[in-house]
């Protein structure tokens, strides 16, 4: 994925280019508004990581001239809590916004969403080491034996299964299976993974389902220690 | 300024004075003039014969004043007729076309009003003019005397005005004065200090005490601004010690790789409580500032209620406890801000709930309202609580500052939510049973 992140604040740019190129990304970085239009209308980028603020031409000038020439998908990011910045920013063109402070594992699955808007043809199984996930039956099966599931851990296995080998953070879970969008104390991810885990782990040799503290879960074959 | 408006005043009211008096004045002057003509006419009509025009002459003499302020004449030109001196101007006059007119006559300061009639010549006299002309310079002295009066008296007013209007603006403006000296003197660091309110006159003291009232408010905005403040720094200050103490240690030696990324991943969780903490306190800063929902939509708050059960079921279950959703409303509301309180609601009732215990939800319309209560079985919170239980940070047992799980801004956030949808928030303590729960407007 080809991405170009324009921040200046250039501990936060340093981060997310180290991150993302870790993440397989090939990052380009741009710290003013001038270098950014430059960078975005010369190359076809995947996606773009806009500030909102940004010395030179803002953020937003900076949207609307590559608007008027392509459509690359663009997240903006803004320290300004406020519903005008985001409304003018969704206005002019931005396919999503981050208000920072924003979390890192956050970013990526946006990122994700939005490059993948267009899904291809999804597979009715997916398999994640001997763990079979049949979409349509709606039932999973570990080593050949059937996995009894409530509608809400078949959901929660569903996405976890859909993104294996990748961390989703609570907030990109809760999101994905209860459509919830607002922020919460409230630990239900925690007690379902914990619950899910109990079901698909616990009776098998091995684990799939891993925490990762601090970012989240992921569900990935991992070689025995 | 009262001088201003008492000049112009006065001067409009002597302007219209002196106009109504000349006119009265022109008009005796003319009935005046009438009368006299009259007399005369009347005696040159009832002429017998020429011998009688002695006899008019010396009435007219006789009618003459000394100071010739009434004057006869008589043209003709039968010699016997004529009378008085005829000067050259009466003789031009008489040529003219008006019968009525003012004429200056020698060197008399006023011109004389005049009136003159032809008498065309008949079987008893030749034709004749007669002319009556009385001086105007006693009404112009009127009217001297009274312009001069008039100015007098209107100077004197306009003195007297401006006299009078100082002193009232001074000692009207003396208690003004006190007030602005005393709102001079307010400074945050005084905050309980108020205008003084008893001596004032009452149109001013209705100001004085709406002022206070907005200071009242201010001072209790500032109070909970400067608490609020001493708990954001309280709360900050918890997991920046841990952050950089934690982080400290683990630098202060050599680290295997495992230890290092356990470090980093306790640091991650504080950091993570520091944001979710600081976006909520964004969220209530905007919510005080007035900051209304964007997307309304009017629709079953008991269907809404229920998603926010569904996303609790884990925690339910797991806290053995169960929930009944009784009721419903119709209110325009924005669902994810309605869901988030009804889930703070609903994650602190399951968490002060004993295993085995109902939570009731009951969604119920009033009037103007739709409200959302949630009861549940729990131990009885003192009445110096229940009122304070939305204030930000605020816990019934202070002891658990730091439990983790929440960071006190759940109740404050349901406040917010009620205020942003026109709503309030409402507690109660009773017989074992909490009842903690919002309301939003119906509307329209």
Known sequence: MKILVVEDELKIADYLYKGLTEQGCSVDLAHNGLDARHLALEIDYDVIVLDQMLPGLDGLAVLQSLRAVKDTPVIMLTARDRIEDRVKGLRAGADDYLIKPFSFMELLARLQALTRRVRKHEATQIRVGDLVVDLLARKAFRDGSRIDLTAKEFALLTVLARHQGQILSKTAIAEMVWEVNYDTNANVVEVAIKRLRAKIDAPFHSGLLHTVRGMGYVLEERPAR | ?444
């Open chain 2, 1 to 444: 300024m009262f001088a201003m408006a008492a000049l112009l005043v006065l001067s409009l009211l002597g302007y219209a004075l002196d106009k109504e008096l000349a006119t009265v004045l022109r008009r005796q002057q003319i009935e005046q003039l009438d009368t006299k003509f009259r007399d005369i006419d009347y005696v040159i009509e009832r002429l017998r014969g020429p011998e009688q025009w002695e006899r008019i002459h010396a009435k007219l003499d006789a009618l003459t004043p000394p100071d010739r302020s009434t004057q006869y004449w008589i043209l003709s030109d039968d010699p016997q007729i004529r009378y008085g001196n005829a000067l050259a101007e009466i003789v031009s006059f008489s040529q003219g076309a008006r019968n009525v007119g003012e004429l200056r006559i020698g060197d008399r300061p006023e011109p004389m009003l005049i009136r003159s009639a032809y008498f065309p010549a008949s079987a008893r006299h030749a034709a004749l003019r007669f002319i009556v002309g009385i001086d105007s310079e006693s009404y112009a002295r009127t009217r001297r005397d009274f312009r001069s009066v008039l100015f007098a008296s209107g100077t004197g007013g306009v003195l007297l005005f401006a006299l009078i209007g100082y002193l009232i603006t001074h000692w009207g403006l003396v208690p003004l004065k006190r007030l602005s000296r005393e709102a001079h003197e307010l400074s945050p660091s005084m905050l309980s200090q108020r205008l003084v309110v008893a001596r004032l006159p009452a149109e001013l003291s209705d100001l004085a005490q709406s002022f206070n009232g907005a200071l009242d408010r201010l001072e209790a905005a500032y109070a909970q601004l400067e608490t609020f403040n001493a708990d954001v720094t309280h709360e900050l200050r918890t997991p920046l010690t841990n952050l950089i103490g934690q982080t400290q240690v683990a630098l202060s030696r050599e680290r295997s790789a495992t230890e290092l990324v356990e470090v980093l991943q306790s640091n991650l969780e504080d950091l993570e409580r520091l944001r979710a903490m600081i976006n909520d306190m964004l969220f209530l800063a905007r919510a005080s500032l007035g900051e209304r929902p964007q997307q309304l939509l009017r629709t079953s708050l008991a269907a809404e209620v229920e998603k926010a059960v569904e996303f609790l079921d884990f925690l339910t279950e797991e806290a053995s406890v169960s929930v009944r959703v009784q009721g419903d409303a119709q209110a325009p509301i924005e669902i994810s801000l309605f869901q988030r309180a009804v889930t703070n609601l609903l994650h602190n009732a399951i968490r002060h709930s004993p295993a085995g215990s109902e939570i009731l939800v009951e969604v119920s319309a009033e009037e103007r309202q739709a409200r959302v209560s949630v009861s549940n079985p729990g131990p009885a919170i003192p009445p110096e609580h229940l009122g304070r239980l939305f204030d930000r940070f605020y816990r019934v047992d202070m002891a658990r500052t730091n439990s983790g799980e929440s960071h006190g801004l759940g109740l404050a956030i349901v406040k917010a939510v009620a205020a942003m949808h026109a709503g309030s928030v409402f507690a109660a303590s009773r017989g074992g049973i909490t009842t903690v729960g919002f309301s939003v407007a119906i509307g329209a």
